[in-house]
């Protein structure tokens, strides 16, 4: 029996997966075992409850837009109250692309307003042209527990378009790419344990780095204090992700 | 001379300038004859005596074409078909130009097209085919091409726009099925669809599509599931259903990566086909081939005769001998086609050397994140190395480790060539197979090498 083990919910993960998040939750998953840390995933579909205290981290990807709503609607019905006292008690809610807009106030798909959980001050519309916003992207971070900043990479591909409340901090400055908007060069959102990014899919996978310091966050501890990993090929590929984006 | 011929001739020219001056450029005379006439696929189609026929689908559509031109072949029919594969309008364009003659004729009698799902919309209305072959929708570069149901609605209005073709479709897969719901019972739609309950999967993959019913929003409950989100389904909720076939497999034998042995029904006799490709997704692109050519008058005895005789399509299950050893390439582009090379992978014993080539060119799609969805997970344990490859070749090389592949037995060569004779060099037998599964582009390219090392045939026509 691992001594620690890392909790993982994953909200909605057969209608939520549209651009191959399961990357990031076998990210996860091997770098725990390589350390000795348990691990531990347990799916929340429509309808189900979800226990505040019985997990680190919730994770909510991206979908399309049936799906994405059926998840908006069951998001306020059933989770809601329980994510807000998770994120309270200091777990890691994560909302990655779809996410982030669920994470916050509405979603405004022309005539229609899609309610989000409220966890982050921030709301999104959807271009009136369609328009989307796609490509590889990079952006500068400062996390704490990190000495600096450090740059993510990866790909974005959303219509909507989001704005932080003044006030509301971004997840990070984007260095080449379109972010939250295409126009403010904030990227994603960061309100203590709550994180929304639009960089989708196997965001960890390309920021091995990333990966650990959401481990170390929904851990409770310091992100030095991880064992170190043969990274070499993790480095490599974060090298390859961020070249592609230009950076 | 006509306009046409006029414009028709100014393309050709435009095109055979720009193959000398080494730029290629098959799609270059299509291109530039729809700026001068923008109907012009309309009107050559028009000259071709028997009509046409057209195939999309996200999944073999090229091999698809190939089987159906070999039992049209056989069946003394002559095409004009865009064979290496240019689906989008310049392609189309392009294909009949170099059949169009002088006079308003054509060289052929029918049309073959296969058509990106994409440009179906914008091309069917100028093809009017006499049948249309619908096979499939995955989850694919959805930086280009969107969601899948946003595809299915543009499908729909092509279909509801060509009351005269006749729709081929798949019946096991929903989406595809549910375009063909107001023609079920009439001979305007032909289903295709695998009958046989030993080649179900144990459960669907990670990265299945369209698991919710098109018309009610419930989830559809499988009975079999074979490929992706193709099977046997229903809805609970609003009672739709998977539509009987009339061209099936009834029974399939599959023979590891040399081909598959199918028993199928067709509506005017049962037949044994043996089939040189390998795979279920291969049985699915036969069936569709089958169903297709019947729908287009052929014969029981050409369709088996043309199935049996089909010929690898470019890069997809081709093999060329190369450094002593056989070098079988399977393109991989989406994480259902990529799930389907491993699953056929792994029906042959032993370990396997495997070459990977990851690029993110716009044909490709620009968004690698695909091959996180792919389950490499069903092979990891069976490779005895993998050289990773292409633009984005260690993303590729972390894929392989995190899906249990040890480190020790991977190699990073971003550039092909060199990554070619390292994968080569690793192969322990001789002579050995090395197994390569590069993406669109990367097929290209690895083909130019090949063809460049004279051990590959330069290409079609």
Redesign the interface.
């Known amino acids: 029996m691992a001594e620690r083990t890392l909790r993982v919910c994953a909200l909605y993960p ?2 939520m ?4 998040d ?2 990031n939750m ?2 996860l998953e ?1 770098r725990c075992a390589w350390r000795g840390i348990g691990f531990e995933l347990t799916a929340a579909g429509l309808g189900d409850p979800v226990d505040p205290d019985a997990h680190d981290l919730f994770y909510l990807g991206g979908g ?4 994405q709503q ?1 998840c908006a609607q069951d998001l306020v019905d059933t989770k809601r109250d329980a994510l807000h006292a998770a994120a309270g008690r200091g777990a890691v809610v994560m909302g990655i692309c779809g996410g982030i807009q669920l994470l916050g106030d509405h979603y405004e798909l022309g005539t229609e307003r899609v309610p989000g959980i409220g966890l982050a001050d921030l709301h999104t519309v959807r271009a009136i042209d369609g328009s ?1 916003l ?3 992207v990079a952006i500068e971070v400062e996390l704490p527990g990190l000495d600096g900043p450090r740059v993510l990479a990866g ?1 974005e ?1 959303h219509g909507g378009r989001t704005y932080l409340a003044a006030g509301e901090v971004p997840l990070g400055r984007v260095l080449k790419g379109h972010g939250n908007d295409g126009r403010s060069g904030f990227e994603g959102v960061l309100r203590g344990t709550v994180i929304g990014t639009y960089l ?3 965001l960890l ?2 920021n091995a780095w990333f990966a650990d310091w959401l481990m170390a966050t929904a851990l409770g501890v310091d992100p030095g204090s991880l064992s170190a990993l ?1 990274d070499r ?2 480095d ?2 974060h ?3 961020r070249h ?1 984006a230009g950076v | 001379m006509s306009l046409l011929a006029a414009k028709v001739a100014t393309a050709r020219a435009a095109g055979a300038l720009s193959r000398r001056s080494g730029r290629g450029g098959t799609s270059l005379p299509g291109k530039l004859l729809l700026r001068m006439e923008p109907d012009a696929v309309g009107a050559l189609a028009r000259r071709l005596r028997d009509g046409n026929a057209v195939i999309s689908a996200t999944n073999g559509k090229t091999t698809t074409a190939a089987m159906v031109a070999s039992i049209l072949e056989r069946g003394g029919h002559r095409l004009v078909h865009n064979r290496a594969g240019a689906n989008m309008a310049g392609g189309i364009a392009g294909t009949l130009l170099e059949a169009a003659g002088p006079n308003g004729s054509i060289d052929g009698d029918v049309g073959l097209f296969e058509i990106d799902e994409f440009w179906l919309d914008r091309l069917v209305g100028q093809l009017h085919p006499r049948a249309l072959l619908l096979a499939n929708l995955f ?1 694919d570069q ?2 280009r091409y ?4 946003a595809i299915a609605d543009r499908w729909q209005s092509v279909v509801a726009d060509a009351q005269d073709t006749t729709l081929v479709l798949n019946a096991d897969d929903p989406l595809v099925a549910d375009l063909g719901r107001e023609r079920v019972g009439t001979d305007s739609v032909v289903f295709f669809g695998v009958e046989d309950p030993a080649m179900a999967l144990d459960g669907m993959a ?2 299945a599509d369209s ?2 019913c098109r018309r009610c ?1 419930a989830p559809y409950h499988y009975d079999l599931i074979f490929l992706g989100h193709l099977g046997h389904y229903h809805c609970d909720a609003c009672g739709a259903t998977r539509p009987a076939p009339q061209v099936a497999a009834e029974r399939v034998v599959l023979d590891g990566l040399r081909g598959a042995r199918i028993t199928m029904r067709l509506p005017a006799a049962t037949v044994d086909v043996r089939l040189p490709l390998p795979g279920l997704y291969n049985v699915y692109n036969a069936l569709a081939a089958a169903a297709l050519a019947g729908a287009l008058g052929a014969t029981p005895d050409d369709i088996v005769a043309g199935l049996e005789e089909v010929a690898a399509a470019f890069g997809r299950a081709e093999t060329v001998r190369v450094d002593g050893h056989d070098l079988l390439m399977l393109l991989v582009k989406n ?1 259902a086609g990529a799930n389907e090379v491993l699953r056929t992978l792994a029906l042959e014993d032993g370990e396997h050397d495997l070459l990977a080539v990851l690029n ?1 060119h716009t044909a490709d799609g ?8 792919a389950d490499f997970e069903k092979l990891a344990g069976r490779l005895r190395h993998v050289t990773c490859s292409g ?5 590729m ?3 392989l ?2 899906a249990g592949v040890p ?1 020790d037995r ?1 190699t ?1 060569e971003p550039d092909l060539a060199s990554g070619l004779d390292r994968a080569l060099a690793a192969v322990p037998e001789q002579p050995g197979l090395l197994v390569a599964i590069p993406t669109y582009t990367a097929m290209l390219e690895l083909r130019r090498e090949l063809v460049t090392r004279g051990v590959a045939g330069s290409s079609f026509g």
């Open positions: 057969d209608l997966n549209i651009y191959a399961r990357g076998l990210m091997r399309q837009d049936r799906d059926l989307r796609i490509g590889n790909f591909n989708h899919g196997p996978p390309k043969d090929l993790e490599a590929a090298q390859s992700a592609a | 989850r959805l930086d969107g969601e899948l149901e990670h990265a698991k919710h929003g994480p993110d620009r968004d690698v994140s695909w091959i996180w969805d633009t984005r070749a260690p993303e090389a972390l894929r480790k995190y480190e991977l990073v």
